[in-house]
């Protein structure tokens, strides 16, 4: 548990980031349909296991984050990675 909460901490002093909640409109990208339809697929896997499907939602999130940042960094997009 201490590890969690080390780790939780860093990220949120660290330049990483993290998507957004999209518009919702279905006219948009294929993109952001996509993160419409998980949207949905979370709202309803926590309406009907709240305790089980918190956690490794939340889990899966922070890793997303640092997912997306690492792959920025070795695609040399600096500029994403650094905020600017």
């Not at 349909?33 to 889990?59: E, H, R």
Request: glycine content about 4%; aromatic content about 12%; cysteine-free.
């Amino acid at each position: 548990m201490l590890i969690i909460i080390f780790i939780v901490s860093v990220l949120m002093v660290s330049t990483v980031r993290y998507e957004i909640l999209p518009n919702f409109e279905f006219r948009g990208s294929v993109k952001n349909k996509v993160k419409i339809i998980l949207l949905i697929i979370v709202a309803v896997l926590l309406i009907i296991f709240p305790q089980q499907a918190l956690f490794p939602l939340i889990v899966l999130y922070v890793f997303s984050g640092i997912a997306t940042w690492i792959y920025k960094l070795i695609s040399g997009d600096l500029e994403s990675v650094e905020g600017k």
